[in-house]
Each structure stands twice: as C-alpha cells, then as structure tokens.
C-alpha cells in the first residue's frame, strides 16, 4: 500500500517537474483573478485587457527579446484560493511575475507569498489602503490600480463643490467599504468645514434587504449621500431605494463609489438605473476628450472581445501589465529587485494618458472617471456625462 | 516460522524525511500540504470510521486551530512552543461545547448540527474584524523560530520551508501516533462497538454519549492541531478555512482513501492533493472531475482506494 502510494506521488511530482523545465526564454507571468462566481464578471475582462496586451507586445517581439506568457488562474474569489495558485504559480510554473487577484483579501494574502519568494507582484485591482500602508510595504508589491484614499478623496472634491451641507453615507461593512468611506468624511470635512455628517449607514457586505438602512437614511434628511455599495450590491440597493423615492428625495445627489458608473453597473440595470447620480468608473468607451492613444485602445479592444460597448475592466488588467514590462524593459533585466528598483518612480504611457507609479507608497497615481449619468439616445442603458478622468496626485497625501 | 514484520510506517517516516534534500521547493510544499491533510483527514476519521459520527462540520475546529495559532502568534508575539498546542486545546474546548449539544442527537440531525456550529464559526471569523480581519484574514502569519535547525549537522544547508517541513512532519507523526495508539486501546474498541451497535453498546453498560462526545473533543484537537500547522504553512489564516466546502474536502478524502483503515484518510488526503495540483493546472472543472471520482468511488470502491488495494491483495493471496 505505502509503495503504491508512493509511486502514485512519485510519478505525479516527476510530470510537474518536467512540465516546468520547459518553455525556457519566455518570460513568465502568472495571473491569479477571479474567473468563476460572481467576482468574475470583472475578473473575466480584467483579464482579457491583460491577454490583449501580451498578445500585442508578443507581435511586437516581447520584451528584451523575450516573449511573454501569461498563465491566469481562478482564485474563485476566495483569499485562501489566491494564496494557494500564487504559490503554486511560482512553486510549479516557475513565473518569474504575478499580476493579478480582485478582492481587498486576495491582494495583501498574495503580497505576502510574493514577499518571501521575492517575486514582483503588481496588483491592478484591489484597492484596500492595508496593502501599501507603511506596515505593509515590501519590495515587491506595487499597486497600478486605484485604492481608497484616492477613491474616497475623489469623491469628497466632487462633493464639496455641490451646495449641498448636510451628508449621509452609506457603505458596506467591511474593510473596503469602512476605508473609503473615511478617505471621504475626512477629506471633505478638511476641504469644507461646513459639512455635517448626518447620518451614517453600514449594512453588512451581501445585504439582501437595504429598506431598512433605506428609510432610516431618509429620516435624518440628508442633502447629500456618498455610496460605497459596488457591483451588484449597488444594482440590489439601488432597485429597492427607486421605488422608496430614495433618489427624488436627495434630488439625485449621490455620488457612488465602487465603479457604480461603470458601463457593467449601467447595462445591468438598462431602464431601472437612477439616473442622475454620479459615479465612477476605471474606464468609458465613449471618453469625448479621449487621446488618440485611448480612441485607439478602444478600437482593438472592440475588435477583441467583440463587444460592441466593451467592458470598462480590461484596462486594469492592461494597465498592470504594461507597468511590468515597462519595468523590464528599463531594468534591462529579469531579476525582482531590478524590475522592483525600476518600477518605483516609473511613468508609463499608457491609453489613460502618462501613470507614475510612486516611489515613496508603490502605489499609481490612477484616477478613475467620474460624472453625472445621463440617459442617450445612442444607448440602452445609462452613460457618464461630462466625464472627466481626476488626477489624483494633488489630494494623495 | 515467525518472521519479524517489516516496520513499514517507520520507512515511510524515513524516506518522507528525506524529501527536502531531492533539493525541489515544489516537492517540499506539497509534501507538507499533504502531512498536515492527512493529519486533519485522520482526526476526522475518528468520528467517521471508529465512531459512526458523519461530521459535516469538522473544518470547524481546523478553522479555530488556524485562527488560535495565528492570533497568538501574530498579534501576540507568543512563540510556536505555545501556539501550536493552544491551537488543539482552543479546539477542543470548542469541540466539548459544540459536541455537548450535537451528541444528544442521532445521524442526519447529529450531522446537521455540526454543520450549523461550524457555520457559526466561519460567520464569527468573517464578522469579528478586530480579531480575526474579518474576510480579509490574517495575512502574514510568521513563520516559526527554526534558526536551531541549522545548528544540526546536515541540515544547515536546507531553505526555511524545509525546517517547516521537518518540523511539520515530525509534529504529524507525533500526532498520528497518539492517534493509532488511541484506536488501538480498549477505549478505541469501545468507540467501534458503538458504531457497530449503539443500542447494544447501551445495554451492556457503555456510557454512549459520552464516548461520543470523547470522540468528538480528541477528534477536535487533532483538527486543531492541523489548523494550527496549516495556517502557518499557508502564510495566512481566512474565513474559509471553516467553510462548510473545507468540511466536504475533508470528508472527500476521508472516504477516497476508505474509512475502514486506519491510514486510508492519509493515502485520501494525499490522492485528492496531488490530483487537485495537477487537474487545476489544465482545466477550471476540478469540481466536475472530483464529481466522477466520487461516483466511480462510491459505486465501484465502497472502501475507498486502501479497501480496493486490500481487497485485491487478499484475493491474490488467496490464489
């Protein structure tokens, strides 16, 4: 029995082994993202945007020469999942850089494995402040997405310009929507200290029921609501919140977070949108200010996904990407603490328009689109008007 | 003629110590994934096969083990001397209050239950932010003090995830040991008479509850024992770590490998691992695949793949 069993692992561990001595002169690049559940609606994009840009630097010839091969795996959305296709990215695949995972948890538990194995980890989505802070920095990891000093910051400029002087807030209760929620309070009661935060809501992550949280919002008489409800969570409190009279009663001004602007928000709810508020969302597809770089993008992207109307996502999935082989390329080399050493400080190009990633914190200076929704003609579903991309840097900290 | 048997299990522990000097970090990480599985698969298998407890819920106390070790460890700075048997004890204080309520109930009902509490568990894991993260978790979980390890001869050459690896397995086959020597005592015999017969077991004077319950805290401690390696070995504790899914894993291997010896839940934990690894890595349907082995398994193989290998032993010897 034990030699049975030891031959079955034997042989086992003999194939992963050879499977990895192979594809010498590629340059490896593992992906972990969320590509099944209900996450994957943005994990899915994210990484196309990703396999876009691989495939378009491969036809250019790589870099230093070299191709790139991207290797995604599904972390279903789950932290433990994350870790485990991490490690197993760099333990069997032997990728020499992870890009990737979603969620808040993912981020820092995969920070952690690229921090022992000493492997560059640039991660495009999460946006939770814990995975840069001070505590939590390390060589290896950077940020090319947005996180929740920016994103919460952001919103409290756009606020402060309303005449509006009484706020209520809204967030999930979680790190996510807890840490955003607080870039927001404080940066507006810094910028304006008129402001009076009313009323403070904080349903749990998930909440099937928002009526109560609703109507309690409504009794306290905001002016003004700031939402950090994302995703589907949005489209669920926003379905029940019409109805109540929820968006007339603030006179449309609310201002949600967590990509509530963004094309996978709009289209999910076509006529039943509130449309008025505002939102943001890390890409538009009919950017009217758009450079030549961006029009361009969205052409290859249209002709990519075939999509009609793409996916605001992909671009962080690209954007991440383009971070790491830019890095590469000035390092001139494949070696972590080279890549990491050029990453820091790097200005790229990217289809936005130029990105820095910051030395001091690691993190990109990648301000989201903002504006206020409008209902066109041209589309079946809500878009941004008068959307504009905010640069981030002056309110960073 | 008496021949003396050959040790098997002492050469199994030899040639698994020998691991870290094929001088493969992939072969290191999967054998100490394997070792702490095994260990968590076992503890199961002393509700499941000796006592004739269908625990739906055992991840539980894997879970509590996970966040115990970690939560000392990390935000306390205790040392892993202490963590590691806090991780057992913190579980089976658990296991007695939860199994205090479960063993008053019988089958589908017992096993429902331990699936409510250790639902309970995962919800307080995911809610309880200031303690265990919430659904963040805890990243970061430090790595045990090994530096003594290199002051021994021959192994100052090897990686840190080598020293986890000893020290993970020697801390295993302690543990399986105690858990061998326990089936194999008068009281593991009790423990199969009332699987076999628990109205019997009454008749004659067995105190059934509360050998059940025994079962469930010693089974308890074990899974706490392996939470507290795994959450080490995995760099992070999470939510998950509880969820009801880790409690189907853990029965999956349990009955893959045959509950009906002693080390079948091993050679499961094992074959589940290893096929895990190497189907993830092609194709996003491992549940799909895990589906038809289960099938196969449970139409073809009634005891798991050690009842096959014995079975088929026997009837060759028979020949």
Redesign the interface.
């Known amino acids: 029995?034990?030699r049975?069993?030891?031959l079955?692992?034997a042989s086992?561990?003999a194939?992963?082994?050879s499977r990895?001595a192979q594809a010498q002169g590629v340059i490896k690049v593992g992906f972990p993202m969320i590509?099944?559940g209900p996450g994957a609606l943005f994990g899915e994009p994210a990484m196309k945007g990703a396999q876009m840009f691989v495939e378009e630097i491969n036809a250019k010839g790589g870099v230093l020469g070299r191709k790139i091969e991207l290797i995604p795996?599904?972390t279903k959305g789950?932290?433990?999942?994350a870790?485990?296709?991490a490690?197993?990215l760099i333990?069997?695949?032997e990728v020499q850089f992870i890009v990737g995972t979603l969620t808040?948890?993912e981020g820092?538990?995969v920070?952690?494995?690229a921090k022992?194995n000493k492997i560059v980890f640039i991660a495009p989505i999460p946006k939770?402040d814990?995975l840069t802070a001070p505590a939590?920095l390390h060589p290896y990891v950077f940020r090319s997405s947005s996180n929740t000093t920016i994103e919460g910051r952001t919103a409290a400029e756009i606020v402060a310009k309303w005449p509006v002087t009484k706020i209520g807030t809204i967030a999930p209760d979680?790190?996510y929507g807890q840490d955003v929620t607080k870039a927001f309070v404080e940066h507006l009661k810094k910028i304006k200290s008129s402001v009076e935060i009313v009323d403070q809501q904080w349903p749990?992550?998930g909440e099937a029921d928002y009526t109560p949280f609703i109507n309690a919002q409504l009794g306290k008489k905001p002016e003004a609501v700031f939402s950090a409800l994302w995703g589907g969570h949005f489209v669920t409190f926003a379905k029940q919140a019409k109805p109540l009279g929820y968006f007339k009663a603030l006179n449309n001004n609310l201002i949600g977070v967590g990509e509530a602007g963004s094309i996978e928000s709009t289209k999910s709810m076509g006529a039943d949108y509130p449309v008025g508020i505002w939102g943001n969302t890390y890409d538009v597809f009919n950017w009217p200010d758009a450079p030549p770089a961006h029009k361009d993008y969205i052409t290859r992207l249209k002709k990519y996904t075939n999509q009609e109307h793409p996916s605001s996502w992909p671009i962080t999935g690209y954007i991440g990407m383009q971070f790491l082989t830019d890095a590469i390329a000035k390092a001139k080399s494949l070696d972590s603490d080279k890549v990491s050493a050029a990453l820091k400080g790097l200005t790229i190009d990217c289809p936005l328009g130029s990105m820095t990633m910051r030395a001091k914190d690691q993190q990109a200076n990648h301000g989201q689109f903002w504006g206020r929704t409008k209902m066109d003609p041209k589309y079946p579903f809500a878009i941004l008007e008068n959307v504009t991309r905010i640069d981030p840097e002056p309110f960073m900290g | 003629m008496s021949r003396r048997p050959v040790p098997w299990v002492l050469v199994l522990f030899l040639v698994l110590l020998c691991i870290p000097w094929l001088g493969s970090r992939l072969y290191t990480f999967i054998a100490t994934d394997i070792a702490i599985l095994a260990l968590f698969a076992l503890s199961l298998n002393l509700l499941l096969g000796y006592t004739g407890l269908v625990s739906f819920g055992h991840a539980a106390y894997f879970g509590i083990g996970a966040y115990t070790t970690a939560i000392l460890m990390k935000t306390y700075g205790v040392p892993f001397v202490v963590a590691f048997p806090a991780a057992g004890i913190v579980a089976a204080g658990f296991a007695l209050v939860f199994g205090f309520f479960c063993v008053r109930l019988t089958k589908i009902y017992f096993a429902m239950l331990t699936l409510a509490f250790a639902q309970i568990v995962w919800a307080i894991c995911f809610k309880w932010n200031d303690v265990t993260g919430g659904e963040q978790g805890m990243p970061n979980v430090p790595y045990p003090d090994l530096g003594w390890m290199s002051a021994i001869p021959g192994l100052g050459s090897l990686r840190s995830g080598d020293h986890f690896y000893l020290l993970v397995l020697a801390l295993v086959a302690v543990a399986i040991a105690a858990l061998r020597r326990i089936v194999a005592s008068p009281y593991g015999r009790m423990l199969s008479v009332i699987r076999e017969n628990p109205e019997r077991a009454e008749f004659i004077g067995i105190n059934v509850r509360l050998y059940q319950l025994s079962a469930f805290v010693v089974a308890g401690f074990f899974a706490g024992l392996a939470g507290g390696l795994f959450g080490i070995f995995n760099r992070g504790v999470f939510p998950d770590f509880a969820y009801w899914t880790k409690s189907a894993e853990v029965l999956i291997m349990t009955i893959l490998g045959g509950m009906g010896h002693f080390w079948g839940p091993a050679v499961g934990a094992m074959v589940l691992t290893l096929l895990n690894q190497q189907i993830t890595s092609y194709t996003e349907y491992w549940p799909l695949i895990l589906g038809i082995i289960l099938i196969v398994l449970l139409f073809g193989f009634r005891g798991g793949i050690v009842g096959a290998v014995v079975a088929l032993n026997r009837r060759l010897r028979g020949r």
């Open positions: 029995m034990y049975r069993s030891l079955v692992g086992s561990l194939l992963a082994g990895a590509l099944s795996r599904d789950n932290a433990d999942e870790v485990r296709q490690r197993d333990l069997r695949d808040s948890a820092p538990a920070s952690t494995i022992e939770t814990q939590n979680y790190a749990k992550l």
